[in-house]
Every structure is written in structure tokens, then in C-alpha cells.
Nanobody, 128 residues
Framework: QVQLVESGGGLVEAGGSRTLSCTASGGTFSSLTMGWFRQAPGKAREFVAGIKWSGARISYADSVKGRFTLSKNDAETTVYLQMNSLNPDDTAVYYC?????????????????????WGQGTRVTVSS
């Protein structure tokens, strides 16, 4: 059983930056496929960024490409999401998800219900 705990959310001004963390416990971290998702008020949860457990490939949603950076620290069993140039459209609850399986699918196309483990989410509010 893998537990995921996100942190780092808060209020940030438009144009600002924020780094989210997702710390995993209870599993073999280096073997986890992990993703960041977000859910804005009244909208469906959507893919933001993901990394396959091989670590060789990181994928981003088009809406965040060039602004967000996912990184993974195996020693800390933590995945980070560095968010720059934030705008009000980035306001959402951000969730970390993981699964011990490998997928050959494009990360953005992996369905939400493929992921077995989810964190509780951390809220990011971007003020204009």
C-alpha cells in the first residue's frame, strides 16, 4: 500500500511561482509511475504532468508546458512540481497519483482510474 501526501499549496499572485511536493511511503518509490493532476472548481480532474517509473520520460499537458517542471528525488521519495508564470486558470486542487505498474501509454492519455493511489490534494489559488 502506497500513501501519498501533497504539500505546498497556497495563495500566489499571477505571474508568481509555487512548488508542490508529493511524498510517497509504503512502496518502492523508484518503481512508481507518478502523475500530477488538478481539478478546478466545477471542472473535471485533468492531467498536468507525469513520469514513468523508468524516469526516462516526463510528460506535460499542453496548458502547462514550458511553465511547469516535474522532478523526482528517489532518495527523498518525493516528486516535485515547480510551477512558474502562474495565472488564474491554474487555480485548482492539485493531486498526486501513483501506480506500481508501468504503462507504455502516453502519460496524458492514461485514464484517472488507472492510478491505484491518490493523495488528498493541495489547493493552489492564483490571484489576478
Amino acid at each position: 500500500q502506497v500513501q501519498l501526501v501533497e504539500s505546498g499549496g497556497g495563495l500566489v499572485e499571477a505571474g508568481g511561482s509555487r512548488t508542490l511536493s508529493c511524498t510517497a511511503s509504503g512502496g518502492t518509490f523508484s518503481s512508481l509511475t507518478m502523475g500530477w493532476f488538478r481539478q478546478a472548481p466545477g471542472k473535471a480532474r485533468e492531467f498536468v504532468a507525469g513520469i514513468k517509473w523508468s524516469g526516462a520520460r516526463i510528460s506535460y499537458a499542453d496548458s502547462v508546458k514550458g511553465r511547469f517542471t516535474l522532478s523526482k528525488n528517489d532518495a527523498e521519495t518525493t516528486v516535485y512540481l515547480q510551477m512558474n508564470s502562474l495565472n488564474p486558470d491554474d487555480t485548482a486542487v492539485y493531486y498526486c497519483a501513483a501506480d506500481s505498474r508501468y504503462t507504455s501509454e502516453t502519460m496524458a492519455l492514461v485514464p484517472l482510474n488507472w492510478y491505484k493511489y491518490w493523495g488528498q490534494g493541495t489547493r493552489v489559488t492564483v490571484s489576478s
